[in-house]
């Protein structure tokens, strides 16, 4: 079992940065693909990126460019450093952890609100 907790959600200009982070409880976290989703009410969830225990980056087409992902295995920490903010972006973000083998995301976190104000 793992267990996901975000922050680092806030209220932000557009045009401006925020860093979430995803700490994750387990001793297995460097083997885990985690990946960031958002999701927007009445919307589905949306892949927003991930990054592989090879430390693989894929981004959606939407943020690429503007928003990096990275882990720190040591900490087990992934981060999602999300700059050039749009109101578009305004999402409840989460955190992923996908087992290796799994197609599916097996753990996920509560959330963390972004909101982007223009």
């Known amino acids: 079992q793992v267990q996901l907790v975000e922050s680092g959600g806030g209220l932000v200009q557009a045009g401006g940065s925020l860093r979430l982070s995803c700490g994750a409880s387990?001793?297995?976290?460097?083997?885990?693909?985690m990946g960031w989703f958002r999701q927007v009410p009445g919307k589905e969830r949306e892949f927003v990126a991930r990054?592989?225990?090879?430390?693989?980056?894929y981004y959606a087409d939407s943020v690429k460019g503007r928003f990096t992902i990275s882990r720190d295995n040591a900490k087990n920490t992934v981060y999602l450093q999300m700059n050039s903010l749009k109101p578009e972006d305004t999402a409840v973000y989460y955190c992923?952890?996908?087992?290796?083998?799994?197609?599916?995301?097996?753990?996920w976190g509560q959330g963390t609100q972004v909101t982007v104000s223009s």
């Open positions: 992923a952890a996908r087992s290796v083998g799994n197609i599916e995301y097996d753990f």
């Open positions: 387990g001793r297995t976290f460097s083997s885990y693909t």
């Open positions: 990054i592989r225990s090879s430390a693989i980056t």
